[in-house]
T-cell receptor, first 112, second 110 residues
C-alpha cells in the first residue's frame, strides 16, 4: 500500500507564474489536508477536502490559492501569480476518517 | 488558535528521558503526535482521544488530560534516532483538521 504521494518534490517558479502541486492520498483515504511549512516553523493548516468537496478552507489565502479534490485523480493545490513569500514546503496528508493523518514527502516550492 | 508546546528545544544524552508538553485553550477532541526530521515529512507517532487515556509505543508514550486540555509525550531511554522536531496536532469542536503547535526540537547526543 503506497503512502501519500506528492509531486513534484521540488518546484521552481518565477514570480508571476503558476504552481500546481499534486497529492495522491493513500488507498482508501477520502480525507485530504494541505499544510504549509516555512523553514524552521510549524505546519500551518490551509484546506481540508473530501472527494469533490471543500470542507474547510479557513487557512487558505483569499486570493491566488485554490484547491480541489476531484472524483478521479489527485488533489491539486494551485497557486496563481506566485510571489517570493509563497516559497515554502507544502505538505499533503490523508486519512480514512477523523483518525490519524499520514503525510506525504512534501513539495518544496521556490519562487525566484 | 494553535496549541502551545513546551519546551521549545531540549538537548539530551543517549539514554536520558524527556517530556514534551502540549496545551490548548480549547476543548479538545483528540491530540496527535508527530516527529519530523529535517527535510522530511512528519511521521505519525500516536493519537489520543478524549477520555484521559495513555498510549505507548515502545519507549515513547503519551497521556491526555482532558480536564486541563493538555497532553504530554514521554520519551524514555532516548536513542539517537529520536532526534527531530516533535509536533502536537489538536482537533477541537467540529473541526477535523489538525492545528499544530510550533514544535519542540529534540536533540539526542551520543
Amino acid at each position: 500500500n503506497a503512502g501519500v504521494m506528492q509531486n513534484p518534490r521540488h518546484l521552481v517558479r518565477r514570480r508571476g507564474q503558476e504552481a500546481r502541486l499534486r497529492c495522491s492520498p493513500m488507498k482508501g483515504h477520502s480525507h485530504v489536508y494541505w499544510y504549509r511549512q516555512l523553514p524552521e516553523e510549524g505546519l500551518k493548516f490551509m484546506v481540508y477536502l473530501q472527494k469533490e468537496n471543500i470542507i474547510d478552507e479557513s487557512g487558505m489565502p483569499k486570493e491566488r490559492f485554490s484547491a480541489e479534490f476531484p472524483k478521479e485523480g489527485p488533489s491539486i493545490l494551485r497557486i496563481q501569480q506566485v510571489v517570493r513569500g509563497d516559497s515554502a514546503a507544502y505538505f499533503c496528508a490523508s486519512s480514512p476518517s477523523s483518525s490519524e493523518a499520514f503525510f506525504g514527502q512534501g513539495t518544496r516550492l521556490t519562487v525566484v | 488558535q494553535q496549541p502551545v508546546q513546551s519546551p521549545q528545544a531540549v538537548i539530551l544524552r543517549e539514554g536520558e528521558d524527556a517530556v514534551i508538553n502540549c496545551s490548548s485553550s480549547k476543548a479538545l477532541y483528540s491530540v496527535h503526535w508527530y516527529r519530523q526530521k529535517h527535510g522530511e515529512a512528519p511521521v505519525f507517532l500516536m493519537i489520543l482521544l478524549k477520555g484521559g487515556e495513555q498510549k505507548g509505543h515502545e519507549k515513547i508514550s503519551a497521556s491526555f488530560n482532558e480536564k486541563k486540555q493538555q497532553s504530554s509525550l514521554y520519551l524514555t531511554a532516548s536513542q539517537l534516532s529520536y532526534s527531530g522536531t516533535y509536533f502536537c496536532g489538536t482537533e477541537s469542536g467540529s473541526a477535523r483538521q489538525l492545528t499544530f503547535g510550533s514544535g519542540t526540537q529534540l536533540t539526542v547526543l551520543p
